[in-house]
């Protein structure tokens, strides 16, 4: 058996300076004499959960009940109001928002006609709301609340699923609602997915290392399966299906909040056959 690795998979540039500002506020917390915090999980895995946990780093939704701290905003950020709520109770920010996210945020509150595409229930759906009160579309039939005549900007979600987007859109030009797009799912997100789709030509299954709660990571396995190729979405070297390791070429790729360490023992034990 054969495994190939694709030319883009792993910690994103927003991750990996998350996971760092994390690590280093909780460092400097320790130096003060201080509990250190995340705001809800800071990325979507729970390898990166156990690596803070094992720092110090406790996890919390707000200030309410707990000693006040160093707190490191999640990458996908998080509301105003839940931001303000933090500084008012006396806590430090150390603020891990994803660059990418912040510039939507900024798209979203310097619009004239805003509304956010993408599941309501994402964290960074909730974090970009939190900005500013705005509708939420994640279906076609969403569309429903708004009104035909006003010229709508949108926010997308940087994970959507391509499908989703495209079914959103083309419904819209069907009822007659106008929405212009502001910005794209991110470089790095569409950086992945290009390479699988590489990387699907030459594999006979794709395997995708990353959490069932990751978005982007769903969106590989999803994709790899649109692309004709059976696809498993593997969270720890544990869950290596069986059935994936009868084939010869095995394509391996990760999400975005996918640690190397995960990735190279999900690769480890794929090599190794190891049942
Ligand atoms: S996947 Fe994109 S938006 Fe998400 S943290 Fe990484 S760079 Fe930022």
Do not use: W
């Amino acid at each position: 058996m054969k495994v190939l690795m694709s030319s883009s998979y792993g910690f994103c540039g927003g991750v990996r300076a998350a996971v760092r500002k994390a690590l280093e506020a909780a460092a400097r917390a320790n130096v003060l004499g201080l509990p250190c915090y995340v705001s809800g999980s800071l990325v979507h895995s729970s390898a990166v959960s156990a690596m803070l946990s094992a720092a110090g780093i406790k996890q919390i939704d707000g200030p309410d009940g707990n000693p006040p701290g160093i707190v490191v905003i999640r990458t996908h950020g998080i509301g105003d109001g839940l931001r303000k709520a933090f500084m008012d109770n006396g806590f430090i920010i150390e603020d891990a928002t994803c660059p990418v996210l912040l510039r939507n945020a900024e798209l979203l509150r310097s619009s004239s006609n805003p509304i956010l595409i993408g599941d309501s229930r994402h964290s960074e759906i909730i974090g970009l709301a939190g900005c500013r009160d705005v509708p939420v579309i994640g279906c076609a039939d969403d569309l429903c609340r708004l009104s035909p005549g006003i010229d709508y900007e949108a926010v997308i979600q940087t994970t959507l699923s391509a499908v989703t987007l495209e079914s959103i859109l083309a419904e819209a030009g069907r009822v007659g609602i106008s929405i212009r797009c502001l910005n794209s799912i991110c470089q790095a997100s569409a950086d992945r997915r290009e390479a699988l789709v590489q990387l699907a030509l030459e594999a006979d299954a794709i395997a995708v290392v990353g959490d069932s709660a990751s978005a982007n990571s769903r969106e590989l396995a999803e994709l790899a399966k649109r692309l004709g190729k059976p696809s498993f979405l593997i969270s720890s070297p544990e869950s290596v299906p069986s059935a994936l390791l009868e084939y010869d070429t095995i394509g391996l790729t990760a999400g975005a909040s996918a640690p190397d360490e995960l990735i190279a023992a999900v690769k480890r034990r794929i090599e190794n056959n190891d049942r």
